[in-house]
Every structure is written in structure tokens, then in C-alpha cells.
């Protein structure tokens, strides 16, 4: 099955940005939905963004606004840009796809501190 792999995490400060990249190893126009997880530590597991394969987006009430999610099918990768980070994002970032129910990658760790 496709795999897809996280990457472009970091530490930054308050307020800063991140562009987060899900590259597939194989191609993803034919997958409708990919979606970005995060999660922090000592929490559970939260939805962040997805977007459909015709480019349809939506968000976390919690990003809405800072976030921004699309995709490249002709470079097999989704992408994350995250604007105005807070603290509060700090955790580990996953993409995934309905698809591959029971498939998680390692994820990328965004850390957002003073």
C-alpha cells in the first residue's frame, strides 16, 4: 500500500511558521481524503485539517484561520502550512488516508517555544 511519510517539523517561537510536507511513495490522485492528525504528549490523538482530492478543505476549529492544507497530486504530497503557531501546537503531526485504516507513520514533531 502507499506509504506516506512526514517531514519539515522543527522548533520555533511563538507566532512563527512551519510548512509541513506528506510525501507518498506512490501516487495520490486517486485517493479522496487525506487528513492531518496531531498529537501532543499525555493527549489523545486530534483531528487538524483534510482536503479532498478536488481540493475541498477543512479545519479544526482550533486551526481555522491559521492553517492552511493542500495538496500536489503531480508530486505525490500534501502539504501543511501553519501560520501564527501557539504553544498549544506543539505535538506530533501525522498524515493519513481513510484508506489505510490501521497505517500510521512515525510523524514529524513541531515544537512551538519561547
Known amino acids: 500500500q502507499v506509504q506516506l511519510v512526514e517531514s519539515g517539523g522543527g522548533l520555533v517561537q511563538p507566532g512563527g511558521s512551519l510548512r509541513l510536507s506528506c510525501a507518498a511513495s506512490?501516487?495520490?490522485?486517486?485517493?479522496?481524503?487525506i487528513y492531518w492528525y496531531r498529537q501532543a504528549p499525555g493527549k489523545e490523538r486530534e483531528y487538524v485539517a483534510l482536503i479532498s482530492r478536488s481540493g475541498d478543505t477543512k479545519y479544526a476549529d482550533s486551526v481555522k484561520g491559521r492553517f492552511t492544507i493542500s495538496r500536489d497530486n503531480a508530486k505525490n504530497t500534501v502539504f501543511l502550512q501553519m501560520n501564527s503557531l501557539k504553544p498549544e501546537d506543539t505535538a506530533v503531526y501525522y498524515c493519513?488516508?481513510?484508506?489505510?485504516?490501521?497505517?500510521w507513520g512515525q510523524g514529524t514533531q513541531v515544537t512551538v517555544s519561547s
Open positions: 506512490g501516487s495520490i490522485s486517486g485517493i479522496n481524503l
Open positions: 493519513k488516508t481513510p484508506l489505510f485504516p490501521n497505517t
